[in-house]
């Protein structure tokens, strides 16, 4: 065989060589990284409802809680939503979801967003209204998970008593889960909830002109 031969031979192995290592080296970390997920594991064993919370200023906090929707719904639960400021419009959402009627019940109870309604008392009434569907909701021990939609905008606009909504919420069924969406969630909330989202804007195709869409934000 030539040098050249010799040459190309040595290289594959120290290539073949570099990749077992690299493997190897990965093979580990893996299985230390299992051993800590794991034991992670065996000390989260209590199951209880959980109040979760998505806020913040990107897209994303009522798709996510959406998407919770559908997925207690695969798994045989009963769902409640209530929107508190969308409304005035048909959303894709609630749409889909009134094709289940046995599965969700939907409460599409704002009239749109407040710039556009102009009308404190009028929105104050509606988000009154909307409360008292969402408490039928929190206090159904047969209901799995409850999606409150945009009720940070109700608490921010102060048209709900925050004490009252976090009563409420706390006095819920135990194993019921809760969702609360919308901008400005209020620290109270925060404070009690057990898992809290904070969205936050990299980019959006509206800053660049590009309207608003049917199956993309509605």
């Excluded at 060589?17 to 190897?24: L, P, V």
Aim: charged share 25%; no cysteine; net charge neutral.
């Amino acid at each position: 065989m030539d040098q050249q031969g010799n040459d190309r031979s040595s290289d594959q192995g120290e290539n073949s060589g570099g990749a077992d290592n690299i493997n190897t080296r990965h093979q580990r970390r893996m299985q230390r990284k299992k051993e800590v997920v794991d034991q992670k594991i065996q000390a989260a064993q209590r199951r209880t409802g959980v109040l979760l919370v998505n806020t913040g200023n990107g897209k994303g906090k009522s798709s996510s809680g959406f998407g919770m929707v559908m997925r207690a719904m695969g798994h045989g639960m009963k769902v409640g939503v209530v929107q508190f400021i969308k409304g005035a419009m048909s959303t894709g959402e609630e749409m889909f979801l009134r094709r289940f009627p046995e599965e969700v019940s939907f409460h599409a109870m704002g009239e749109g967003y407040t710039w556009e309604t102009q009308d404190r008392e009028r929105d104050i009434a509606k988000a009154q209204l909307a409360w008292e569907q969402a408490k039928r909701f929190l206090s159904d021990p047969q209901i799995g998970l409850v999606l409150l939609d945009e009720l940070n905008i109700a608490l921010k606009y102060k048209y709900l008593d925050i004490q009252q909504v976090l009563a409420d919420l706390d006095g819920r069924p135990e194993m019921q889960h809760a969702i609360v969406t919308g901008r400005g969630a209020p620290q109270e909330l925060i404070d009690i909830a057990d898992t809290v989202t904070e969205m936050q804007v990299v980019k959006h195709a509206f800053k660049d002109g590009i309207a608003a869409q049917a199956g993309v934000e509605w």
